[in-house]
């Protein structure tokens, strides 16, 4: 036992030196049980009402103060309790939910639209499971980057390459990747790809047949508190992120107010904290604002 307990206890501090989420201490989980099971076997066995009392005592508070936890709507996939989730399934039925034995959600919605043929390319979500079908993911890769690809033929000729036939991408962007990428990416989905369906926070769409033109407005219009970007104007290419010690890109001009980011910009991030209300024909000349998951900043991708 005194082995098992410095097993655990020195795993615990690699863990944490290392990746220190959870997933990767559960290993260790089935030892950590064993020697608290054992350990209380001990004690309860010596048979003295008095180790009894304060094991049961002990027992019972950890149980009432840990009993919160499976209610704990912190689960990352579903973002929710699975206790509440499976609750909620289970009265389904009598609620007559639409749709309650549909697996994978929105997920499962796109698989029913796919053909059997598709090769599906996933934007920045690692879950592949519920497509049913060939996935391409560009997320976390060494091989897509569409910052330096920049252009929307460039884009085209990468992913013609692969063999995609179909793009899906979330309503709130991941933010893990650069700013660059996310612009030069939405730029290409909203603007050349088509048929596209909305199915809960997804989108599917049907990669084009033919290339688009080369020629496109790569200026970024930067509207925000200044970090990490100042505001002004960018070149798409230069907004991703520097190599470590080195500082981010600054702005090749100045932006005198939002009326000039609307007329020269083929894209705007702006922070709502920190700019002022934009022109009305924003809403016109740009595709409705599009967020990141990870902090306020709000994409703007120009109309063609």
């Known amino acids: 036992m005194w082995l098992a307990y410095l097993g ?14 959870d997933r990767y201490l559960q290993a260790w989980l089935p030892v950590m049980v064993a020697c608290t099971v054992a350990t209380l076997s001990l004690v309860w066995n010596r048979r003295r009402p008095a180790m009894r009392a304060l094991v049961a005592g002990l027992v019972g508070f950890q149980i009432i103060w840990g009993a919160d936890i499976p209610f704990f709507p912190t689960h990352n996939l579903i973002h929710d309790s699975p206790i509440r989730l499976l609750t909620n399934f289970l009265a389904s039925g009598f609620l007559r939910t639409p749709d309650r034995l549909r697996l994978y959600g929105d997920e499962g919605l796109v698989a029913e ?3 059997r043929d598709a090769n599906l390319l996933v934007h920045e979500t690692n879950m592949h499971i519920g497509y049913d079908a060939r996935s391409v993911n560009d997320q976390w890769q060494s091989r897509l980057s569409y910052a330096t690809l920049a252009s929307p033929a460039e884009i085209y000729r990468e992913l013609a390459d692969l063999k995609i036939t179909h793009v899906t991408w979330e309503a709130k962007l991941s933010g893990w990747n650069s700013l660059g990428n996310d612009l030069a990416f939405m730029g290409f ?19 084009p047949p033919s290339s688009p033109p080369a020629p496109f407005n790569d200026r970024v ?9 100042a ?5 798409i290419g230069n907004m991703i992120m520097p190599e470590p010690g080195q500082p981010w890109a600054a702005p090749e001009a100045p932006i005198p107010d939002a009326q ?10 702006v922070d709502p904290g920190c700019t002022p209300v934009l022109p009305p024909e924003v809403q016109t000349l740009f595709h409705p604002p599009i967020s990141l998951v990870r902090g306020p900043l709000q994409l703007y991708i120009r109309r063609l």
């Open 8 to 21: 655990a206890m020195v795993s615990i501090i690699a863990w944490y030196l290392t990746v220190h989420q």
């Open 113 to 115: 639209r796919l053909p």
């Open 189 to 207: 989905a909203l603007n050349y790809t088509l048929e596209p369906q909305v199915m809960g926070q997804l989108t599917l769409a049907r990669f």
């Open 221 to 229: 219009a930067m509207l925000g508190c200044g970090t990490p970007y």
């Open 231 to 235: 505001t002004g104007f960018y070149k």
């Open 260 to 269: 000039v980011a609307v007329r020269d910009a083929g894209f705007m991030v």
